[in-house]
């Protein structure tokens, strides 16, 4: 694999009262081959006490299905300033429920969590030989880690994986001791105690684990000594069995009544998607609500999916989601919805209100990616437009600082270095200096054989100015679909602009006002060919300055 690291060292601009020094902002990028016989995903960074951040990474080996990758956990740790510390892999034969968890103690020790189904033959589709060598156990582990991420204690408990009772009818052949795996769910530290949970997944295909079983909930210390234990029988359904549904997410909360956790699974018979499970401090269960497919895209069946979550700090949560409307008259409508739930364990209604919402949306499937919340309590709001179905479109990469009330602060764009690059964002984090964490992995749409896994860290004042995103690399205004036909679509929250376009001669060909975040050009009359596009902007003198420049093809 190749490595670029790229370094923009501390700079200051002179201001009209004196100085100003600005962080210094990183980018790690490695790059692999979908030919090769393994690669890396770089999945949630997670910041310690100490300043370094430590990267949960899924480590991929091709095995014996086509194309088909099956996963490990690795870690990578950075220092603050974006130089790699370390790397280490965790392999077994074993099926592994996710990427691992990283959580410190009151020491600033660091641990890893991981579950796994072991005894199985990586080679393998998805681990599972199920139906010739049944496994009878899955296991979560806790793992002390060094300052080179090796394991110098490990803390594991082995888990009967009996299935529920509930199977589709379809499938009722399946035998209840065949089962899949044991996924974990992300789990939070409370005064020094591990609270986390797991599903236990059964197959309902004969070679695929599908669709979680039953919910636990543990509390733990740093020992690996369980103190508390419950499970829960739920009737879930779907492929909520996989580890992606965990990917990068935080889904499990402190509340005032004990412990909160969002399951991204639907129940069975149940026309709601995703459900809220309240626990009391003992991990006993109180109740369980769905939340509701809020003003649908239509009155056809609703797919939410890729949830993301994070707690306020006035006892809601803000959830995003990408909204799918399975509309057989026209194409799949895919929307990035960010909401605030009212999901306050005394709620009388049956199902959990939303606060408000705003929707994002390309002419393409759009995904979620994070939210995080800052110390004035405004948001960051991660999410990737355009990325298509087969993800064979050139898409980009947003980053929204919102008010509490969703309005807009400001809004930006990143995508890789280089042209026909589709990039599509794994989960950011909010650092303790008021910076921002994004992973994303990418692919070159001219040579999909290339593909890239990136952690960027943008400083604080990145979002303070069109000056400084420029200065990290952040556009303000996005051209699509590039190449493109009839329609140029410009999209920027600029207000007071206007959008110029040229063709290759240098000729102003038209110019256009900017009253919506997307600007649709009629290109239907143009010629083939390379044009330029500048977003021109009004400044707070009246004077109006370039805020944004790009190239668009026309085929």
Same mark, same amino acid.
């Given at each position: 694999?190749?490595?670029?690291?790229?370094?923009?060292?501390?700079?200051?601009?002179?201001?009209?009262?004196?100085?100003?020094?600005?962080?210094?902002?990183?980018?790690?990028?490695?790059?692999?081959?979908?030919?090769?016989?393994?690669?890396?995903?770089?999945?949630?960074?997670?910041?310690?006490?100490?300043?370094?951040?430590?990267?949960?990474?899924?480590?991929?080996?091709?095995?014996?299905?086509?194309?088909?990758?099956?996963?490990?956990?690795?870690?990578?740790?950075?220092?603050?300033?974006?130089?790699?510390?370390?790397?280490?892999?965790?392999?077994?034969?074993?099926?592994?429920?996710?990427?691992?968890?990283?959580?410190?103690?009151?020491?600033?020790?660091?641990?890893?969590?991981?579950?796994?189904?072991?005894?199985?033959?990586?080679?393998?589709?998805?681990?599972?030989?199920?139906?010739?060598?049944?496994?009878?156990?899955?296991?979560?582990?806790?793992?002390?880690?060094?300052?080179?991420?090796?394991?110098?204690?490990?803390?594991?408990?082995?888990?009967?994986?009996?299935?529920?009772?509930?199977?589709?009818?379809?499938?009722?052949?399946?035998?209840?001791?065949?089962?899949?795996?044991?996924?974990?769910? &992300?789990?939070?530290?409370? +005064? %020094?105690?591990?609270? !986390?949970?797991? /599903? #236990?997944?059964?197959?309902?295909?004969? *070679?695929?684990?599908?669709?979680?079983?039953?919910?636990?909930?543990?509390?733990?210390?740093?020992?690996?000594?369980?103190?508390?234990?419950?499970?829960?029988?739920?009737?879930?359904?779907?492929?909520?069995?996989?580890?992606?549904?965990?990917?990068?997410?935080?889904?499990?909360?402190?509340?005032?009544?004990?412990?909160?956790?969002?399951?991204?699974?639907?129940?069975?018979?149940?026309?709601?998607?995703?459900?809220?499970?309240?626990?009391?401090?003992?991990?006993?269960?109180?109740?369980?609500?769905?939340?509701?497919?809020?003003? &649908?895209?239509?009155?056809? +069946? %609703?797919?939410?999916? !890729?949830?993301? /979550? #994070?707690?306020?700090?006035?006892?809601? *949560?803000?959830?995003?989601?990408?909204?799918?409307?399975?509309?057989?008259?026209?194409?799949?409508?895919?929307?990035?919805?960010?909401?605030?739930?009212?999901?306050?364990?005394?709620?009388?209604?049956?199902?959990?209100?939303?606060?408000?919402?705003?929707?994002?949306?390309?002419?393409?499937?759009?995904?979620?990616?994070?939210?995080?919340?800052?110390?004035?309590?405004?948001?960051?709001?991660?999410?990737?437009?355009?990325?298509?179905?087969?993800?064979?479109?050139?898409?980009?990469?947003?980053?929204?600082?919102?008010?509490?009330?969703?309005?807009?602060?400001?809004?930006?764009?990143?995508?890789?270095?280089?042209?026909?690059?589709?990039?599509?964002?794994?989960?950011?984090?909010?650092?303790?200096?008021?910076?921002?964490?994004?992973?994303?992995?990418?692919?070159?749409?001219?040579?999909?054989?290339?593909?890239?896994?990136?952690?960027?860290?943008?400083?604080?004042?990145?979002?303070?100015?069109?000056?400084?995103?420029?200065?990290?690399?952040?556009?303000?205004?996005?051209?699509?679909?590039?190449?493109?036909?009839?329609?140029?679509?410009?999209?920027?929250?600029?207000?007071?602009?206007?959008?110029?376009?040229?063709?290759?001669?240098?000729?102003?060909?038209?110019?256009?006002?900017?009253?919506?975040?997307?600007?649709?050009?009629?290109?239907?009359?143009?010629?083939?060919?390379?044009?330029?596009?500048?977003?021109?902007?009004?400044?707070?003198?009246?004077?109006?300055?370039?805020?944004?420049?790009?190239?668009?093809?026309?085929?």
């Amino acid at each position: 694999m190749n490595t670029k690291l790229k370094l923009s060292v501390a700079f200051a601009l002179t201001m009209l009262f004196g100085g100003k020094a600005f962080g210094q902002e990183w980018e790690q990028t490695y790059e692999w081959h979908f030919s090769d016989d393994e690669e890396f995903d770089l999945v949630k960074p997670y910041e310690t006490s100490s300043g370094n951040i430590v990267v949960s990474t899924n480590q991929y080996y091709k095995c014996g299905w086509g194309d088909f990758y099956a996963p490990h956990p690795a870690l990578k740790m950075f220092a603050a300033d974006g130089t790699e510390l370390a790397e280490n892999l965790y392999f077994k034969p074993a099926y592994y429920g996710g990427h691992p968890h990283i959580i410190e103690n009151k020491n600033g020790e660091l641990y890893m969590m991981a579950s796994y189904t072991p005894d199985h033959d990586y080679t393998s589709f998805n681990y599972f030989l199920n139906y010739d060598n049944p496994p009878d156990e899955g296991i979560y582990g806790l793992y002390k880690l060094d300052d080179q991420l090796n394991i110098v204690g490990a803390y594991e408990h082995h888990i009967k994986i009996d299935t529920s009772e509930y199977r589709d009818q379809q499938w009722e052949d399946v035998p209840l001791e065949q089962c899949g795996a044991l996924v974990m769910i &992300p789990p939070i530290v409370d +005064d %020094d105690i591990i609270v !986390g949970a797991y /599903v #236990k997944t059964y197959s309902r295909y004969p *070679t695929n684990p599908h669709g979680p079983d039953s919910l636990f909930a543990f509390r733990m210390d740093f020992e690996g000594n369980i103190l508390d234990q419950q499970g829960f029988e739920l009737p879930y359904m779907g492929s909520g069995g996989s580890c992606l549904h965990f990917l990068g997410r935080e889904l499990m909360f402190k509340s005032e009544t004990g412990f909160m956790l969002y399951c991204p699974f639907r129940f069975v018979n149940d026309g709601y998607y995703y459900h809220v499970v309240y626990l009391d401090h003992n991990l006993n269960l109180l109740k369980v609500r769905p939340c509701k497919k809020i003003d &649908p895209l239509s009155q056809f +069946d %609703d797919l939410m999916q !890729g949830i993301k /979550v #994070k707690r306020s700090r006035h006892n809601t *949560t803000y959830f995003t989601v990408e909204l799918a409307s399975n509309n057989p008259w026209k194409a799949t409508d895919y929307d990035v919805r960010l909401y605030e739930l009212d999901d306050n364990i005394d709620g009388t209604e049956p199902y959990i209100p939303s606060l408000q919402y705003i929707t994002r949306t390309s002419d393409d499937l759009d995904w979620p990616c994070g939210i995080e919340l800052l110390d004035d309590n405004s948001l960051f709001f991660a999410f990737t437009l355009n990325m298509g179905f087969w993800s064979n479109l050139d898409s980009w990469m947003m980053i929204e600082h919102l008010t509490p009330d969703f309005d807009t602060i400001s809004t930006l764009y990143y995508d890789h270095e280089g042209e026909r690059i589709h990039s599509a964002a794994t989960s950011i984090l909010a650092t303790k200096d008021g910076g921002l964490l994004l992973v994303y992995q990418s692919k070159n749409l001219d040579d999909t054989n290339q593909r890239w896994t990136t952690i960027t860290k943008f400083p604080a004042e990145a979002f303070e100015s069109i000056d400084e995103a420029h200065d990290n690399g952040l556009k303000v205004a996005v051209a699509y679909p590039n190449p493109g036909g009839n329609t140029l679509n410009i999209r920027t929250a600029l207000q007071n602009a206007r959008v110029k376009v040229y063709d290759i001669n240098g000729r102003l060909i038209h110019s256009q006002a900017i009253t919506e975040d997307v600007t649709a050009i009629d290109a239907g009359g143009w010629a083939e060919g390379i044009y330029v596009w500048k977003v021109m902007a009004g400044t707070s003198t009246g004077s109006v300055t370039e805020a944004e420049s790009g190239k668009w093809i026309k085929e």
